[in-house]
């Protein structure tokens, strides 16, 4: 266990629409990080929040947006859902935001879009 | 851009044994981390080690260690000993000292057999 939790496990939703994935990061990190894994793309990073600030941004599309708020907690909203947005999303936290910080990993959220 | 890349797709070995996993990648910097974490069926992201490009000597953790050659831009894993919970997805990723964008290769599925 990383200590790092995502919620939910599993979520199945429908073309369209709108989801909000959570992240509550280990005990005394201040920087997250989401990640995409799909078949076709593999893993990719989305975004990095450095307590409440946006720090670096990789393939995250237009219709995604993130925040994360002062108890450091994380969420990643999903819009407009597409077939292909079904993936697993990952969450990871550091303790700072320096490249040399080990990314650990919470157990990721499985999206299924119908 | 980095890229890593993982030239075995699969790979298998008999419990006990000894395995090594192949990692290249491509870069322009000389400040930079290496990682390899592994994806077990639960698909939870485990890191397994860590290698810092400035330091000469190699990692290791228990039964895995790197062979990291900074010269030919190569960072393999080593596993001694192979257990039946090695069975996993393993993955190479780069980070840039320069930025905090973790960067995966494509994975190597590795099976242990009895």
């Known amino acids: 266990d990383s200590g790092v939790t995502q919620t939910p496990k599993h979520l199945i939703t429908a073309t369209g629409q709108r989801v909000t994935l959570r992240c509550s990061p280990r005990s005394g990190d201040l920087s997250v990080y989401w990640y995409q894994q799909s078949l076709d793309q593999g893993l990719q990073f989305l975004i990095q929040?450095?307590?409440?600030?946006?720090?670096a941004k990789g393939n995250i599309l237009e219709r995604f947006s993130a925040q994360q708020f002062p108890d450091l907690h994380s969420e990643l909203n999903l819009s407009s859902l597409e077939l292909g947005d079904s993936a697993l999303y990952f969450c990871?936290?550091?303790?700072?935001?320096?490249?040399?910080?080990?990314?650990?990993f919470g157990p990721g959220t499985r999206l299924l879009v119908l | 851009a980095q890229t890593v890349t993982q030239s075995q797709p699969e790979m298998s070995v008999q419990e006990a044994e000894t395995v090594t996993l192949s990692c290249t990648y491509d870069?322009?910097?000389?400040?930079?981390?290496l990682f390899w974490y592994k994806q077990p069926p639960s698909r939870q992201m485990i890191l397994v080690i860590r290698q810092e490009a400035y330091k000469q000597q190699n990692a290791t953790e228990n039964r895995f260690s790197v062979n990291f050659q900074k010269a030919a831009k190569s960072f393999s894993l080593k596993i001694s000993d192979s257990q039946l919970g090695d069975t996993a997805m393993y993955f190479c990723?780069?980070?840039?000292?320069?930025?905090?964008?973790?960067?995966f290769g494509k994975g190597t599925l590795l099976t242990v057999n009895p």
């Open positions: 990723a780069f980070l840039p000292g320069s930025n905090y964008k973790l960067t």
């Open positions: 870069t322009s910097e000389n400040n930079y981390y």
């Open positions: 929040y450095y307590n409440g600030e946006e720090r």
């Open positions: 990871a936290s550091s303790v700072v935001a320096g490249a040399q910080e080990t990314q650990y």
